[in-house]
């Protein structure tokens, strides 16, 4: 982890061919109001979250700003009775990266990743691994450079 974590975001974007851009993110107090900065809906500005399963390893999910996990849906499909969402110094540890930056681009761990259903076919903005930045990218190219899971796990 000795690269800061925007150029940790980009080298793993480029290593597995996703066409990310990077976009400034002024310093925001709300998702609304980041969608807003960044010329989106809040449904376009995906939380990347954490959940760490009871074997101690873990499932990024991303899911659209304006949506929350469904728990009985999640569980559903990963074929677990007990999830959570750990602490704040968990998922840093976990990612390599702080809340509010998370992003499956270059994090630690190489883990599963889970797209909700609603995000395919559009380009979405997500965390970059630093404050004050933001990645657009194309939802499913993401999914495909991440074999990732694509089910519904919102409500």
Do not use: H
């Not at 500005?45 to 700003?65: A, C, H, Q």
């Not at 390599?96 to 630690?108: N, S, V, W």
Request: aromatic fraction near 4%; charge should be negative.
């Amino acid at each position: 982890m000795d690269q800061p974590g925007r150029a940790r975001a980009l080298d793993a974007a480029a290593s597995r061919g996703l066409d990310v851009e990077v976009v400034p993110l002024p310093r925001v107090e709300s998702l609304e109001q980041a969608a807003e900065a960044l010329g989106v809906t809040p449904r376009d500005v995906v939380k990347t979250l954490v959940v760490k399963r009871s074997d101690d390893t873990f499932v990024l999910v991303l899911v659209p700003g304006d949506r929350q996990i469904a728990w009985p849906k999640l569980r559903s499909l990963l074929g677990a009775n007990r999830l959570q969402l750990p602490d704040a110094e968990v998922a840093l540890a976990a990612t390599g990266y702080a809340r509010g930056t998370i992003t499956p681009l270059g994090a630690l761990g190489d883990w599963p990743v889970v797209c909700d259903a609603s995000l395919a076919g559009r380009t979405v903005c997500l965390g970059v691994g630093e404050r004050g930045w933001m990645a657009r990218v194309a939802a499913d190219d993401l999914v495909r450079a991440y074999d990732a899971t694509v089910a519904d796990v919102t409500g």
